[in-house]
């Protein structure tokens, strides 16, 4: 079945940092791919998104490019804030699987002044 | 801006005991989603929701666990006769779709953490 991998946390990175938190999927078809981002006491916020091979996503200065070749969504960053501080959920929507979200394990971000 | 809220944040109960999780979708979506985070675990899928039925289901969503949307406005989920590993925060999600190639996000709330004693 489909399934997403992430590396294990925590990161803890200093402010203006490069980030890169890597993520591999494993899916039939062509899956839609999304960063998620959970600030703590809230919610899961949409981050970026891709729909198709050599898309790339990007908000708020993060980036990830949709690899079929390799199975990846990688997201970077090239200068971190303390305000980025958060978790981090790679995930993927399978074609025409009625929308649901299967996620990795989380990636939490900490980033030092 | 139009946010899926949750109610209650925190809840306690005791193993055996039925619990209900309410959910406020976003007035237009029409795809509504039931997920689950077990402290330290990666977030599950539970149930899609669409058109008063229910869409999809995971092996998570036994017969102790239902949904329901009993008016125009609330989604909620039902746990009839809790256990200790029921204990996680639940989210709920919705959407205006979800069909074809196109993706619809899915907007969350923040959570119900669920404690079961």
């Known amino acids: 079945g489909n399934s997403v991998t992430q590396m294990e946390g925590p990161v803890t990175l200093s402010e203006e940092a490069f980030l890169t938190i890597n993520c591999t999927y494993t899916a039939t078809g062509y899956p839609s791919l999304f960063w998620y981002v959970q600030y703590p006491g809230e919610g899961l916020q949409l981050l970026l998104k891709?729909?198709?091979?050599?898309d790339k996503g990007s908000n708020k200065g993060f980036e990830a490019t949709y690899r079929k070749e390799t199975t990846s969504f990688h997201l970077e960053k090239g200068s971190v804030q303390v305000s980025d501080s958060a978790v981090y959920f790679c995930?993927?929507?399978?074609?025409?699987?009625?929308?649901?979200?299967?996620f990795g394990q989380g990636t939490e971000l900490s980033v030092k002044p | 801006e139009p946010e899926v809220t949750q109610t209650p944040s925190h809840q306690v109960t005791q193993m055996g005991q039925e619990v209900i999780l309410r959910c406020v979708p976003i007035?237009?979506?029409?795809?509504f989603y039931w997920y689950r985070q077990i402290l330290g675990q990666k977030v599950e899928f539970l149930v899609s929701?669409?058109?008063?039925?229910?869409?999809?289901k995971s092996e998570i969503f036994d017969d102790q666990f239902s949904v329901e949307r009993p008016d125009g406005s609330n989604f909620t989920l039902k746990i009839r006769s809790t256990k200790l590993e029921d204990s996680a925060m639940y989210f709920c999600a919705s959407s205006e779709g979800a069909t074809g190639s196109s993706y619809n996000e899915q907007f969350f709330g923040p959570g119900t953490r669920l404690t079961v004693l």
């Open positions: 891709a729909t198709k091979a050599d």
């Open positions: 929701f669409y058109n008063n039925e229910i869409s999809e």
């Open positions: 995930a993927l929507s399978g074609y025409n699987q009625g929308g649901k979200l299967i």
């Open positions: 007035s237009n979506h029409l795809y």
